[in-house]
T-cell receptor
Framework: EAAVTQSPRNKVAVTGGKVTLSCNQT?????MYWYRQDTGHGLRLIHYSYGAGSTEKGDIPDGYKASRPSQENFSLILELATPSQTSVYFC?????????????FGPGTRLLVL | AQKVTQTQTSISVMEKTTVTMDCVYE???????LFWYKQTASGEIVFLIR????KKENATEGHYSLNFQKPKSSIGLIITATQIEDSAVYFCAMRDNVGDNSKLIWGLGTSLVVNP
């Protein structure tokens, strides 16, 4: 079954540490997205990608890097994690050509930075 | 500027009734796409239904339907015969062709509680 999966599902990190969140999709979608969700802010776009090798800055990219090594995989990297990056992170995939880029979401990763 | 507004923070209804959740949007574009998503208590975000702006017919999907009023820039989500499991947060989103058209503009959500 086509799906978007994320790992890890939960992560505790220390301030200043490096965190990598991984996303895998079997939808064969070109586009992939990373969001964070915080109370009062809804879903905010961090980075996105049009395909392997491509990464684009979203609305709140500061403090985050992204990597898209293949069609299926999209990673979000926090080089120097800070407590303000404590949040729930969602990955999504979408394909504009086939369904107007309707986005399908992974289950989320809960990150706590101490 | 592009914007999506959901004015209802929370709604409480009785099971088996019909509920409408409001959403208004702003765009300069004549062609755009409107989406509704549901976030369950477990955190899962699920795509429900989409309306393409060039289509005059309101989209329907199971017990979800849309009330698309283009002159009012409004896209209401209607849930008929609500069930307990419809309790969730519902998000409205829009994608147009202005600027970076791979991005969705999201509302802040409406929390729906369905009571037995």
């Amino acid at each position: 079954e086509a799906a978007v999966t994320q790992s890890p599902r939960n992560k505790v990190a220390v301030t200043g540490g490096k965190v990598t969140l991984s996303c895998n999709q079997t939808n064969n979608h070109n586009n992939m997205y990373w969001y964070r969700q915080d109370t009062g802010h809804g879903l905010r776009l961090i980075h996105y990608s049009y395909g392997a090798g491509s990464t684009e800055k979203g609305d709140i990219p500061d403090g985050y890097k992204a990597s898209r090594p293949s069609q299926e995989n999209f990673s979000l990297i926090l080089e120097l994690a800070t407590p303000s990056q404590t949040s729930v992170y969602f990955c999504a995939s979408g394909d504009r050509d086939n369904n107007q880029d309707t986005q399908y979401f992974g289950p989320g990763t809960r990150l706590l930075v101490l | 500027a592009q914007k999506v507004t959901q004015t209802q923070t929370s709604i409480s209804v009785m099971e088996k009734t019909t509920v409408t959740m409001d959403c208004v949007y702003e765009t300069r574009d004549s062609s755009y796409f409107l989406f509704w998503y549901k976030q369950t208590a477990s955190g899962e975000i699920v795509f429900l239904i989409r309306q393409d702006s060039y289509k005059k017919e309101n989209a329907t999907e199971g017990h979800y339907s849309l009330n698309f009023q283009k002159p009012k820039s409004s896209i209401g989500l209607i849930i008929t015969a609500t069930q307990i499991e419809d309790s969730a947060v519902y998000f409205c989103a829009m994608r147009d062709n202005v600027g970076d058209n791979s991005k969705l503009i999201w509302g802040l959500g409406t929390s729906l509680v369905v009571n037995p």
